[in-house]
């Protein structure tokens, strides 16, 4: 069993590191880490005690817990994550720590991000994430069309441009299909990616649809380009 003497100190430690001591709280986090003949190691209470540290302040805490997340250890990219940056309302470090561990499948960082509200350009960015995973592709695929969703929902114009090559070439369980492509394409312009109207044009011109003429028409119109809008109007 563990001996009266290191329940004591840890007693001790656990009180101080309560009280805001950052030293407590980095002594508690190497116990953890590493164990020994009395303590077993215990990573999640050792990586939470080290970005408790951090939060106090503890440069060495924050640094050995950043060297560990780049490492990949996905325990250590959710507590730098959500317990160090989100509770200091460092939302952009937070979720690009727990998106690198929600990758890996790391439970609590993947319910972290699907049921935390995030502005647009959040959302964005975590969908990149998942997109470029080389793991898990199929569910982290399946992760970015849903938040860059999230994103279109917001009126985020890149996103719109994502959604549409993804239907426009196929992505994941996302099959062609050139009519959303289109309207994915057209609310992105709308939004003022202009960039994408040659792509509108092309489908535009491949379909003959008085439907996708109608809202080029519209488009150019609203922007008052009439010589364009006439055009798709013939």
């Known amino acids: 069993g563990v001996s009266p003497s290191i329940v004591k100190a840890l007693e001790f430690y656990i ?8 030293n407590a709280s980095f002594r508690l986090a190497t116990i953890f880490e590493l164990g020994n003949q009395e303590v077993s190691s215990d990573l999640n209470k050792s990586f939470s005690y080290y970005a408790c540290a951090a939060r106090q302040n503890h440069l060495d805490a924050k640094k050995h817990l950043e060297q560990l997340a780049h490492t990949g250890n996905a325990q ?11 509770v200091i309302n460092n939302i ?19 319910n972290y991000l699907k049921n935390t ?21 199929a569910q982290n695929q399946k992760r970015a069309i849903s938040f860059y969703t999230e994103a279109f929902k917001l009126n985020n114009q890149d996103a719109g441009v994502k959604l ?3 239907y426009l070439y196929g992505y ?24 994408i109207l ?14 996708k003429s109608e809202a080029l028409a519209e488009y150019y119109s609203a922007k008052s380009d009439y010589k364009k809008a006439v055009y798709w109007r013939a």
């Open 76 to 86: 250590a990219q959710f507590a730098l994550g959500y317990e160090y940056y989100r």
């Open 15 to 22: 009180k101080a590191s309560s009280l805001g001591h950052a």
């Open 92 to 110: 952009l470090d937070a979720t690009y720590w727990c998106t690198h561990a929600s990758i890996q499948e790391h439970e609590l960082a993947c």
């Open 172 to 195: 994941g369980e996302i099959k062609q299909d050139r009519d959303k492509a289109f309207s994915y394409f057209m609310k992105a312009a709308s939004l003022g990616r202009v960039d």
């Open 117 to 137: 509200p995030f502005d647009a350009a959040v959302y964005f960015k975590i969908a990149s994430q998942y997109e470029s995973a080389k793991i898990h592709q």
């Open 198 to 211: 040659a792509m509108l044009e092309k489908l535009g011109e491949e379909a003959c649809s008085q439907e």
């Open 164 to 166: 549409g090559n993804f």
